[in-house]
Antibody
Framework: QLQLQESGPGLVKPSETLSLTCTVSGGSISSSSYYWGWIRQPPGKGLEWIGSIYYSGSTYYNPSLKSRVTISVDTSKNQFSLKLSSVTAADTAVYYC??????????????????WGKGTTVTVSS | QSVLTQPPSASGTPGQRVTISCSGSNSNIGSKTVNWYQQLPGTAPKLLIYSSNQRPSGVPDRFSGSKSGTSASLAISGLQSEDEADYYCAAWDDSLNGYVFGTGTKVTVL
């Protein structure tokens, strides 16, 4: 079955760039109707959507993070990645990658994450 | 600050019915479908309800979702100890042009 696995440094210094990769196994990242996204959860707090990308490169970003976020996709490796620049302690969180189903018509709009990775903890500290 | 508001906590005894509310606006719940996620302690969130009232394969029919106007609800009937978790509503928001999660509700089984 489809599995997602996050990887990357667990510790990032303030003002530097956080970089994470999500590897998709058991399915193709080039599947139609699916975007691939990132969500984070600061310690003891709720979930925050970061953004998502289609295999063609089309992206959606959280407006509050858009100036610092870049999500990219590598279909040859079945991976997608997150870069978050100029990090501060407020970016300390568990970062999840997830498959995102998107479908729309004049009468409905579906957008939801149906398969999640286990998450990876990133701490911003000097 | 989330645009979807949930009560911070809810509780019930085994077998009881628990309902969690999610309040939004016309730009999200009022015009889009709602999703619910369950997050068991120390684990990743899991999709529980999509399209406001649809259950993914494998989700027990004890869980049900509904939507009316700019509010949505998740009901857990026949509450079980394994239902103790955090629950989040979520929806696309046209004004923000982004996906928003609710503030989250911690369900405790007494």
């Amino acid at each position: 079955q489809l599995q997602l696995q996050e990887s990357g440094p667990g510790l990032v210094k303030p003002s530097e760039t956080l970089s994470l990769t999500c590897t998709v196994s058991g399915g193709s990242i080039s599947s139609s109707s699916y975007y691939w996204g990132w969500i984070r959860q600061p310690p003891g707090k709720g979930l925050e959507w970061i953004g998502s990308i289609y295999y063609s490169g089309s992206t959606y970003y959280n407006p509050s993070l858009k100036s610092r976020v870049t999500i990219s996709v590598d279909t040859s490796k079945n991976q997608f990645s997150l870069k978050l620049s100029s990090v501060t302690a407020a970016d300390t969180a568990v970062y999840y990658c997830a498959r995102t189903y998107i479908s729309s018509s004049p009468s409905y709009y579906y957008y939801y994450m149906d398969v999640w990775g286990k998450g990876t903890t990133v701490t911003v500290s000097s | 600050q989330s645009v979807l508001t949930q009560p911070p906590s809810a509780s019930g005894t085994p077998g009881q019915r628990v309902t969690i509310s999610c309040s939004g606006s016309n730009s999200n719940i009022g015009s889009k479908t709602v999703n619910w996620y369950q997050q068991l302690p120390g684990t990743a969130p899991k999709l529980l309800i999509y399209s406001s009232n649809q259950r993914p394969s494998g989700v027990p029919d004890r869980f049900s979702g509904s939507k009316s106007g700019t509010s949505a609800s998740l009901a857990i009937s026949g509450l079980q100890s394994e239902d103790e978790a955090d629950y989040y509503c979520a929806a696309w928001d046209d004004s923000l042009n982004g996906y928003v999660f609710g503030t989250g509700t911690k369900v405790t089984v007494l």
